[in-house]
């Protein structure tokens, strides 16, 4: 398999949950520039997958390539290639009492390697939290302690952090849940330019299959195993959903 422009690279990749193996055998691969979308039915193992190409939980067979670095056995990858990806969880849970605004929040994403020699470069992280903000469309919540913002405003403010410096991979899982229309549509406006302008692969599980049919490039269609990949127009087919989701998308074109 050719490393030539492509971000992350997944060979036979099996991960066990307790005794069964949640997800197993996949494959697949995403080259700089391309949206890709993680669908199946609920248990699928689509989470798994995630958090086993982000190093949080361990594999049991396979590999796992990022930017042509292997992923170590602990999930250890060179820092230098760890800062080149972004990930926004379905769910951001901290403690309210901590007493950070927006700003000091989006600023942790710019520091090369954490908190080294924080009172170095002042101008140039204030400038990349000023930009990353205003494209997200969530300058006036910089002053603001996280403390006191909405659901939405949290996915603005993650989001902010995950752009405030150049990356090559964003991994998103079901981040745009708990916005409203509007916010949902900027947030995907978003996604699809950083995917245009600066080359990002975008690796994102999602439920909404016409987003994924609008949006996205690709589409694996997981349900423990790869049960399809390619377009959307030939992954989403009745055929290839019923094949995914069994009696569950059964229901679900009887009810829409």
Same mark, same amino acid.
């Given at each position: 398999?050719?490393?030539?422009?492509?971000?992350?690279?997944?060979?036979?990749?099996?991960?066990?949950?307790?005794?069964?193996?949640?997800?197993?055998?996949?494959?697949?691969?995403?080259?700089?520039?391309?949206?890709?979308? +993680?669908?199946?039915?609920?248990? =699928?193992?689509?989470?798994?997958? +995630?958090?086993? +190409?982000?190093?949080?939980?361990?594999?049991?067979?396979?590999?796992?390539?990022? %930017?042509? #670095?292997?992923?170590?056995?602990?999930?250890?990858?060179?820092?230098?290639?760890? #800062?080149?990806?972004?990930?926004?969880?379905?769910? &951001?849970?901290?403690?309210?009492?901590?007493?950070?605004?927006?700003?000091?929040?989006?600023?942790?994403?710019?520091?090369?390697?954490?908190?080294?020699?924080?009172?170095?470069?002042?101008?140039?992280?204030?400038?990349?939290?000023?930009?990353? %903000?205003?494209?997200?469309? =969530?300058?006036?919540? @910089? $002053?603001? $302690?996280? !403390?006191?913002? !909405?659901? @939405?405003?949290?996915?603005?403010?993650?989001? =902010?952090?995950?752009?405030?410096?150049?990356?090559?991979?964003?991994?998103?899982?079901?981040? $745009?849940?708990?916005?409203?229309?509007? !916010?949902? !549509?900027? &947030?995907?406006?978003? +996604?699809?330019?950083?995917?245009?302008?600066?080359?990002?692969?975008? %690796?994102?599980?999602?439920?909404?299959?016409?987003?994924?049919?609008?949006?996205?490039?690709?589409?694996?269609?997981?349900?423990?195993?790869?049960?399809?990949?390619?377009?959307?127009?030939?992954? %989403?087919?009745?055929?290839?959903?019923?094949?995914?989701?069994?009696?569950? &998308?059964?229901?679900?074109?009887?009810?829409?």
């Amino acid at each position: 398999m050719s490393l030539r422009n492509e971000v992350l690279v997944v060979e036979g990749l099996t991960v066990y949950r307790d005794t069964y193996p949640a997800v197993q055998d996949v494959s697949f691969a995403l080259k700089e520039g391309t949206d890709t979308a +993680i669908v199946g039915p609920n248990g =699928a193992g689509k989470s798994t997958l +995630i958090q086993a +190409i982000l190093g949080v939980l361990p594999r049991h067979e396979g590999h796992v390539l990022v %930017l042509g #670095q292997p992923l170590g056995r602990r999930g250890t990858l060179p820092p230098q290639v760890r #800062q080149q990806i972004a990930y926004l969880p379905q769910n &951001f849970l901290f403690d309210r009492r901590i007493p950070i605004t927006v700003n000091e929040l989006v600023a942790l994403g710019w520091d090369e390697l954490g908190l080294k020699l924080p009172w170095a470069n002042r101008h140039k992280r204030r400038l990349a939290v000023h930009r990353a %903000l205003d494209l997200v469309d =969530a300058l006036h919540l @910089g $002053p603001q $302690p996280i !403390s006191n913002l !909405s659901g @939405g405003e949290i996915k603005r403010a993650l989001l =902010a952090y995950c752009v405030v410096r150049p990356r090559r991979l964003l991994i998103l899982d079901e981040a $745009p849940a708990g916005l409203d229309i509007h !916010s949902e !549509s900027e &947030f995907y406006r978003l +996604i699809y330019q950083l995917k245009r302008e600066q080359g990002w692969a975008v %690796l994102q599980i999602s439920h909404n299959l016409d987003m994924v049919r609008k949006n996205c490039d690709r589409v694996l269609c997981l349900n423990r195993v790869i049960r399809c990949q390619g377009t959307p127009d030939y992954a %989403l087919s009745p055929d290839n959903l019923v094949a995914v989701y069994g009696s569950e &998308f059964v229901r679900y074109r009887h009810h829409h």
